[in-house]
């Protein structure tokens, strides 16, 4: 929906008002559905009855029938829509009548009536009477019911949400596990796909439905074994993570309570070193912790799993599934780029020994020689409170919508809450048999602490990376909700090229010239950008090395011999891969990477890596067409909708996407070509782009912000504020209040 300032807008309303319709369309077939199989569980709950009554009491059966027994559970106002339905499902002939069964019916044929009918009601998909149509809706119906029953344990888990439970998320994730893992439904899409009668829209979906499903099906109870005990011990160990204690020494030598997401701020922007290599310390603790309880287990049961299933590792069967090509495919793309880009690490590292010292190499220190006073002094131009607002007027300038989305949005940190960001959907969206278009349901967290330094900036960094992914998925039309999950077989890739290259715009000048503004609305000087470039870009390479050595050291880990795999082995090799990869032990511990644990973030993290390659082949391509820009362009909007984002997980794929748009297959070529640019050369294109976005910069902060979406900002359990009752803009004041209530400084600092 529309919510921005002008609510006279007819055309608005009119849209607003489609909508609601639909979504009334969408509830009355749910309670049509929702009545059917309540009409169908009391006839079958009375036809069961009637097959155990033995032979000896056929005049009883035949009294029964005669009374209309098979309908005698139900009220009188079932029988009308109880008649439709049999009918529909071929339970009744044209002529027959729930009163008309013969009294002369014998218990045999009493039975084999209850035979033929529980038989009919079985699911849809199993039905050989099945249509294309009614499989297909019945399917995505299921199956999104599953979906959205382990999301939402997922989100109450992760979001740490009172009455959350860790016993009910293993259950709906091996229910949806068990749903995609279904023979008989992959046997009856190949039957419709080679006997039935499938337009070719159907076939589509169909042929998604097919490879989905191959992706999850689990043949040997063996397989199938080791899979939910896996689940079970990620389970138990997440929640042994959720109650450990992150805490650093302050320089007066306290011990603090505080969160990992702190944790990371202070080793960027704390001036005491004492503090920051506490902070290192801490971050380091959560490799020990992970192995003492159960990590190695859960290493070796996904590897037997995986085996289990004809694949290499666990690794091989994650990045098959994902992006459809094997690891071997995988680490040859890796090898590449870590072999071009060898030269430009030791380079850096020699210089920021020569600039900053040797210290500055120790990894407590290298983030806060890098940005350290500099994010201090950036840090005004970024004010958490705005960064909703901010992101919302970005993305509408570029057109970018969300299709009438509903998006949560869990923003700030607090004790217990996962930590990491994400963006995972309930409500995979997709387009019915009959056109209706099913929108998308979004959660959505980061991890903000709004009065510490560069709390501003990372969180609108987030909220760029993850409203990019919301963005993506919401505008992905396919005919099943296959198409728009995140699991596989979706490419990682593909849905991380969608939000880093948005959350680039962020380091880009023009993007600063018009949206970077303090409190009094003033704009980030050119001297600050120019002492970030010149401080930060000979050293963008460590951010690419770090992004290459996690999938570096899960693929060691898969690799290890399960004797092998001891906590002591699993630290060494972690420490062996940083030193190669890093040059030097890391300011992120690979083992505190939260990526590592989840089954569906495992193995993913090369996502990352080829996402990056295709967002600086896509930056290019834009650069290079039209009028050359990226920041408030809304053909940006309209090429990544039309190009990248409808077809979702379906065909061409994130290879065949990327040369579409682009015109070239995949290449590190322009990632690196920007790593080498000199420093002189990147200032002068860099200020002469600050200075034309300053320029042209639209004057108004009051525009109307037009996402065609629905926001809810959440804390936890409470509800702070929804654009449903007052507009975008309205709902970003309303959340820009509570902050200052939550975080008084904030207010101060106002």
């Known amino acids: ?67 209309g027994a098979p309908h005698s559970c139900f009220k009188k106002s079932d029988l009308l829509p109880a008649r439709v ?126 490879k989905t499903l191959k992706c999850y099906i689990v043949e040997s109870n063996s397989a199938k074994a080791l899979r939910e005990s896996m689940m079970k011990k990620e389970g138990a160990l997440q929640k042994s993570r959720n109650n450990l204690k992150t805490q650093y020494t302050d320089k007066d030598g306290n011990v603090v309570d505080t969160t990992p997401t702190v944790i990371r701020t202070k080793m960027r922007s704390d001036p005491v070193e004492s503090v920051r290599k506490s902070c290192w310390e801490m971050l380091r603790k959560n490799g020990p912790f992970l192995l003492d309880n159960g990590f190695c287990d859960i290493i070796k049961e996904r590897n037997r799993f995986a085996r289990e299933l004809g694949f290499e590792d666990f690794y091989d069967l994650k990045v098959t599934n994902a992006e459809g090509f094997s690891k071997k495919k995988c680490f040859e793309m890796l090898d590449g780029l870590e072999h071009a880009t060898k030269p430009l690490l030791d380079k850096a590292l020699e210089r920021l020994k020569k600039e900053k010292g040797e210290d500055a190499t120790k990894p407590w220190n290298t983030g806060f020689a890098l940005s350290g006073e500099l994010t201090k002094l950036t840090d005004p131009y970024y004010p958490f409170e705005y960064a909703p607002e901010v992101w919302g007027r970005s993305f509408s300038k570029m057109n970018i919508k969300y299709k009438g989305a509903t998006m949560r949005l869990d923003l700030c940190d607090r004790k217990g809450k996962y930590p990491n960001g994400f963006c995972h959907w309930p409500t995979a969206p997709y387009k019915t048999q009959d056109g209706t278009f099913i929108p998308s349901e979004t959660n959505f967290t980061s991890l903000a602490t709004p009065d510490e330094i560069g709390s501003g900036n990372t969180a609108l960094t987030t909220l760029m990376h993850e409203g990019g992914h919301a963005a993506h998925f919401s505008n992905i039309v396919q005919g099943s909700p296959l198409f728009s999950q995140e699991r596989a077989p979706f490419s990682v890739a593909l849905a991380e090229t969608q939000s880093m290259f948005l959350d680039a715009l962020c380091e880009d000048a023009s993007w600063q010239a018009r949206y970077a503004k303090n409190r009094k609305g003033e704009t980030i000087p050119w001297e600050l950008i120019e002492r970030s470039i010149k401080e930060r870009h000979p050293y963008k390479v460590f951010q690419l090395r770090g992004m290459i050595a996690v999938p570096y050291f899960e693929k060691a880990l898969y690799e290890m011999d399960e004797k092998d795999l001891t906590p002591e082995n699993v630290l060494k090799v972690a420490d062996e891969v940083e030193m190669k990869i890093q040059g030097g032990l890391a300011g992120r511990p690979l083992m505190s990477v939260p990526h590592i644990l989840a089954d569906e973030s495992s193995c993913y993290y090369h996502g990352y890596v080829f996402a990056e390659m295709a967002v600086h082949q896509t930056r290019e391509y834009f650069f290079k067409t039209g009028d050359g820009t990226i920041v408030d362009n809304p053909r940006v909007g309209k090429e990544l909708i039309e190009n990248y984002w409808v077809h979702g997980s379906g065909n061409p794929g994130f290879l065949g996407l990327v040369n579409n748009l682009t015109g070239s297959p995949l290449k590190h070529d322009a990632w690196v070509k920007e790593l080498g640019v000199e420093v002189e050369d990147l200032l002068k294109e860099e200020k002469a782009e600050y200075e034309k976005a300053l320029a042209s910069a639209s004057s108004s902060s009051k525009d109307e912000i037009d ?12 509800v702070i504020s929804d654009s449903k009752e007052s507009g975008f803009v309205e709902a970003c004041e309303k959340f820009r209040g509570w902050i200052y209530q939550e975080w008084p400084k904030t207010k101060i600092m106002a």
Not at 13 to 30: F, M, Q
């Open 85 to 210: 339905l049999f009918a529909r499902r071929g339970l009744l002939s044209r002529k027959s009548s729930f009163a008309s069964s013969s009294s002369s019916s014998s218990s045999t044929s009493a039975a084999a009536v209850a035979r033929t009918t529980i038989v009919a009601m079985a699911s849809s998909s199993s039905s050989p009477t099945t249509t294309t149509t009614e499989f297909i809706e019945n399917f995505n119906r299921d199956y999104l019911q599953r979906h959205k029953s382990y999301e939402d344990n997922f989100w109450e888990t992760k979001m740490n949400l009172k009455g959350n439970s860790v016993e009910n998320l293993n259950t709906s994730f091996n229910a949806l596990e068990t749903f995609l893992g279904d023979q008989t439904t992959l046997e009856k899409v190949r039957e419709l796909l080679k006997h039935g009668t499938v337009s070719e829209e159907q076939r589509i979906v169909l042929n998604q439905i097919e």
């Open 707 to 718: 996402l065609e979406m629905r926001a809810i900002f959440v804390h936890g359990d409470d």
């Open 1 to 67: 929906s529309y919510f921005g300032s002008s609510w006279s807008n007819v055309k608005a309303k009119s849209e607003e008002e489609e909508r609601e319709n639909i979504a009334t369309i969408i509830k009355k077939r749910e309670r049509e559905r929702e009545r059917e199989r309540e009409i169908m569980q009391r006839f079958a709950t009375t036809l069961r009855t009637t097959t155990t009554v033995s032979s000896s009491s056929s005049s009883s059966v035949s009294a029964s029938a005669s009374k």
